[in-house]
C-alpha cells in the first residue's frame, strides 16, 4: 500500500464513510474502494458482498489473489428521550460494542447522575444532529412519547438512512405519528421502515425489558443490512 | 465519548503507520488475512513496524508478533511483500505457534 492510499483511507474511516482496502497480494499495489465504485470484472461481486457482510477476506478473482480489507463505521446509537428505558439501554449497547448517546432538550430528563458514564446532550435534537448528522451507520431510537421531540429526528434518520429507525408508542399512536411524518413530507417507503411498536415482540414489560427487546433488535438490523429476507443465521 | 472514528482510537495502527510514515519513518504494515480454527484476532487485523522493530497492534494474541516483526524488518529492506503462515501443527510451533491451537496468514508488506 502507498502513502496515498493510507491517508485516503484513514480520512473515510475519520469521516464514517464505508471503504475497502484492496491488495494485490502478488506485488502489494492497494487502492481505496467506496460503496458504489466498480473496479470491474470478477471483483465486484466479491466487493459489494463485504461492504453488506462486512467481514474481511481473500479472493481469488481474473486469475489473481486478493485481500479485502472491510473498515465499516463504527455503530452509532443516538437516543432520543432520557428516559427509563434509555438508562436501561445504555449500559446494553456498551456490553454489546456500540456506541450510544442520549439527547433530551428536558434537563430534568437528561442528568448526568440518571445518565453516569453515557454521552449525553440536554438539548434539542435539532441542534445536536446539526453538529452530530446521522448516517447509515447509526440507529435512532425515539422513545420520549413526544411528537415535539420525537418527529424531527424521525424524519431526519428516515432521510439520513439509518440502518435502524424505531418509536415507542402504541399502535394507535403511531397511526397519528404516520399522519405527522407523512405531512413532513416522508414517504410510505420510508415509514414501512420505522419499527413500531418498538422492539421485538417478546412480550417485554418493564423498561429494562424493552430496552432488550430494542437492543436486539437493532442487533438484527444491523447484522441484516442490505440483506432483506435473510435468515437468523448471524 | 466521542464516536470512534478509528475502531482502536488514538492507538489504531493504521493512524500510527501514517504518523510514522509521515515523519520519515520506513513501515511495514502486517495483516491478518486468513485464519482457521480459533484464532486470537480476526482477518483484517493489523501490526504496524518500523525499520528499528518498534511495532503496534497485534496479529494474535502476541504469540506470533516477534516473528512477524524480525520478517517486517526484512520486508523493509527488499521492498518484496511476503506471505506467513503460522499454526501449531508446525514443528517450531513451541518458538513460533499459536498456543490457541487456530492458524493464521499473515501478510507483510512494506508501506510507500
Not at chain 1, 125 to 145: F, G, I, Q, S, W
Amino acid at each position: 500500500m502507498d502513502l496515498k492510499s493510507l491517508r485516503e483511507l484513514n480520512a473515510a474511516r475519520a469521516a464514517r464513510r464505508a471503504a475497502i482496502l484492496l491488495t494485490k497480494i502478488s506485488d502489494g499495489s492497494a487502492r481505496v474502494i467506496r460503496e458504489g465504485d466498480e473496479v470491474g470484472g470478477e471483483l465486484d461481486a466479491a466487493i459489494a458482498k463485504a461492504f453488506r457482510s462486512g467481514a474481511s477476506g481473500s479472493v481469488e478473482a481474473d486469475g489473481k489473489s486478493w485481500f479485502l480489507n472491510v473498515h465499516l463505521p463504527p455503530p452509532r446509537i443516538v437516543v432520543i428521550g432520557a428516559v427509563h428505558i434509555s438508562q436501561a439501554l445504555a449500559p446494553m449497547a456498551r456490553i454489546a460494542g456500540y456506541d450510544l448517546e442520549v439527547i433530551d432538550p428536558r434537563t430534568a430528563f437528561a442528568t448526568s447522575e440518571r445518565f453516569e458514564g453515557v454521552s449525553l446532550h440536554a438539548d434539542w435534537p435539532e441542534t445536536v444532529l446539526k453538529e452530530r448528522p446521522l448516517d447509515a451507520y447509526c440507529a435512532l431510537v425515539a422513545v420520549t412519547h413526544d411528537p415535539k421531540i420525537d418527529d424531527f429526528p424521525l424524519k431526519a434518520a428516515l432521510d439520513a438512512g439509518c440502518f435502524y429507525v424505531g418509536a415507542l408508542g402504541s399502535r394507535k399512536t403511531h397511526a397519528k405519528r404516520v399522519e405527522r411524518l407523512t405531512a413532513l413530507g416522508a414517504s410510505e417507503a420510508q415509514i414501512a421502515r420505522i419499527a413500531a411498536p418498538i422492539g421485538l415482540d417478546i412480550g417485554a414489560a418493564s423498561p429494562a425489558e424493552i430496552a432488550v427487546a430494542v437492543m436486539a433488535q437493532i442487533i438484527g438490523a444491523f447484522r441484516s443490512r442490505g440483506l432483506a429476507g435473510r435468515g437468523g443465521d448471524a | 465519548m466521542e464516536a470512534a472514528s478509528s475502531p482502536d482510537g488514538p492507538l489504531d495502527p493504521l493512524d500510527v503507520a501514517e504518523r510514522w510514515k509521515a515523519s520519515g519513518r520506513d513501515v511495514a504494515l502486517a495483516t491478518v488475512v486468513e485464519t482457521w480454527g480459533s484464532a486470537p484476532r480476526p482477518v483484517g487485523s493489523h501490526l504496524v513496524i518500523d525499520a528499528d522493530g518498534n511495532f503496534h497492534g497485534s496479529v494474535s494474541g502476541g504469540c506470533v508478533e516477534g516473528a512477524v516483526v524480525a520478517e517486517a524488518v526484512d520486508v523493509i529492506g527488499s521492498g518484496a511483500p511476503k506471505m506467513l503462515e503460522f499454526g501449531v501443527a508446525d514443528e517450531t510451533a513451541w518458538r513460533v505457534g499459536l498456543s490457541c491451537g487456530g492458524r493464521i496468514k499473515v501478510y507483510v508488506e512494506r508501506l510507500g
